[in-house]
């Protein structure tokens, strides 16, 4: 148990004074004035009226009154901790990322679990996606995997985010709920989005209460790029695989861990790098080409679509160890600013539209959470390599240029600044790209009940129940019966059993028939064993 030191001396009207010395410095000013007194307002007499003059007051307070940023306009619940990739062997043949190029390697990481519907003071075993974004301090610059605990995700165009991030939050004219789907709005608009479907199924399923942090997978989701040196690029869809293996909670478990302690998972995260159990998790890539991507069921740009690891084996090529906890929970897990733009040379983008949409998004949100353009100042958000350009000025900053230059090209000899980098710098693949401009959703995007029902059929009897079970309890809390009779009719695309489970589960009077697919429905899908990809 920690030392405790002097108890001070009262002042004048019993309060505490405690002075510095030893191993307390001086307390200041902003301005670095040593504060003589921390406990009285300057005042015109004892029992008089207070001096507008105090500045030590007047600023203490207005730094106070300015403590609190904008939340996260999406994922504000999080818990963040350091810790490092290790890289298993050279993957040169990949990619010409420099983190990828020697086995044992280590890259300093920093972790962010979140929920994402919740505000920030919102509980932990909600039924949420759980975000899983990992920022990689690379020395050819920051690389950011931005990922969820499901490996897909609810729509397919990056124009839908802000109308679905609005109904699954608290209704604007009651503000409630705070942290759940069991509500009109969500389900009004998950069911008048066919393309959710399948995200539906994970989210209804024990995924989205996990038992820890520690116990879940990451997805990066969309599917990426990596380019060699030479130019060669291979499809990638990146994977977190849990040392301790997959663990969830069931819902009544949820529901009491909630109510006895809503910190629950950044507790357990907490004490878990505090007592050195560091958790782990080891990175997989689902790698594949053109040829695969042309012959494959779903189009590899769709997030609403997974690729079965049976037909794709994760290949693992490294580890992450979290292994230290944040010195300042504001500094480092509420200042860091994850954003899939942030690519280092070797990894790159594809055309899957939302992450296209994603790109735009969050380097915009954190202008304003963050407070301007140079939150990339901050030590959390600062790349741990060399950072040098003509960007200067803006609010709060921090690092400008120095000296005379402060443009390029330029003609001053003796310090003429940073210069372009032809070979060594990021290159972006050179795919070809043709075709009219259009706002038209790709027909190879049209299946949307096919992988709702592989993920449903590859659960156990329990898990299923589950699901079942999840679905009636949300529904169950829909007012409006129309939606819950358009959910059934959705779910009748996906399992026969299912839908009927819901409808009786809801009392509904009859079942109603099925919603009409936008695309036949793949009736003889197998059942899919390692699509549920971890059980324990
Ligand atoms: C956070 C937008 C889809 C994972 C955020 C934030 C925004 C956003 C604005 C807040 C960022 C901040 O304030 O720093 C979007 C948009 C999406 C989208 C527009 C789709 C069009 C996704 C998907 C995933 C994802 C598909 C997972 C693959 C995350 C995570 C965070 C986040 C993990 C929290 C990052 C952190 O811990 O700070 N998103 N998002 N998002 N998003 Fe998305």
């Known amino acids: 148990s920690p030392t405790l030191i002097d108890a001070g001396k009262p002042g004048t009207g019993g309060e505490t004074h405690q002075t510095a010395g030893g191993k307390s410095p001086p307390l200041t000013t902003q301005q670095g004035v040593p504060v003589a007194d921390d406990q ?7 029992r008089g009226p207070a001096l507008l003059e105090d500045f030590h007051f007047r600023e203490k307070i207005f730094h106070f009154d300015h403590e609190r940023i904008p939340e996260r306009v999406v994922h504000a619940r999080g818990f963040g901790a350091h810790g490092y990739f290790e890289n298993y062997k050279p993957l040169a043949d990949l990619t010409r990322a420099d983190l990828f190029q020697r086995a044992g390697e280590q890259t300093p990481v920093f972790v962010r679990f979140s929920t994402v519907a919740g505000n920030k003071g919102s509980a932990d075993l909600a039924r949420d996606v759980r975000g899983f974004a990992t920022k990689f301090y690379t020395k ?18 990056p124009m839908k985010f802000p109308d679905m991030v609005h109904a699954f939050k608290d209704e604007p004219d009651r503000g409630f709920p705070q942290a759940a789907t069991a509500h009109d709005n969500a389900w009004d608009f998950i069911s008048l989005t066919p393309e959710a479907m399948h995200m539906v199924m994970w989210v209804m399923s024990d995924r989205a209460i996990p038992r820890a942090f520690r116990f879940m997978e990451g997805f990066g989701v969309h599917t990426f790029r990596l380019v ?33 302690d809503p910190d629950f998972h950044r507790r357990d995260l907490w004490d878990a790098i505090q007592t050195g159990d560091f958790p782990e998790w080891e990175l997989g890539l689902q790698l594949f080409d053109d040829a695969f991507a042309d012959q494959f069921e779903f189009d590899v740009l769709d997030p609403t679509k997974m690729i079965p690891e049976e037909q794709v084996p994760v290949q693992i090529v490294g580890k992450l160890v979290l292994n230290r906890t944040v010195d300042n929970f504001f500094a480092e897990t509420e200042q860091v600013a994850f954003c899939t733009q942030n690519v280092v040379p070797g990894v790159d983008f594809t055309n899957d539209p939302l992450l296209q949409g994603r790109n735009f998004s969050y380097l915009d949100t954190q202008l304003k959470r963050l407070g301007g ?4 100042h901050i030590p959390i958000n600062a790349p741990k390599c060399p950072v040098m350009n003509f960007q ?12 005379r230059v402060n443009y390029e090209p330029n003609s001053w000899a003796d310090a003429p600044g940073p210069r372009e980098s032809p070979t060594a710098g990021y290159q972006t693949f050179p795919e070809a790209i043709n075709g009219p401009k259009q706002r038209v959703r790709s027909e190879t995007f049209a299946d949307h009940y096919s992988q709702a029902r592989q993920f449903y059929v590859s659960q156990t009897a329990l898990e299923q129940q589950h699901i079942a079970n999840a679905l009636t309890f949300e529904l169950s809390k829909v007012q409006t019966l129309a939606i819950r009779v358009r959910m059934v009719s959705h779910l009748l695309n996906i399992d026969g059993e299912l839908a009927d489970k819901v409808a009786k589960g809801l009392r509904l009077k009859e079942t109603p028939a099925a919603i009409p697919a936008a695309k036949p429905t793949r009736a003889d899908l197998k059942p899919s064993p390692k699509l549920s990809i971890l059980k324990n």
Do not use: C
């Open 392 to 403: 200067q000025d803006g609010h709060m900053a921090v690092r400008t240029p120095k000296g």
């Open 373 to 376: 353009p140079n939150f990339t």
């Open 140 to 157: 050819e610059g920051n690389w950011d995997l931005v990922g969820n605990n499901m490996p897909v995700f609810f729509i397919q165009d």
């Open 40 to 46: 009285n307002t300057l005042r015109a007499g004892p």
């Open 228 to 260: 060699t040196a030479q130019g060669k690029s291979t499809y990638v869809k990146f994977h977190w695989k849990p040392k301790l293996g997959l663990q969830s909670v069931v819902w009544n478990e949820a529901v009491k861990i909630n109510g006895a």
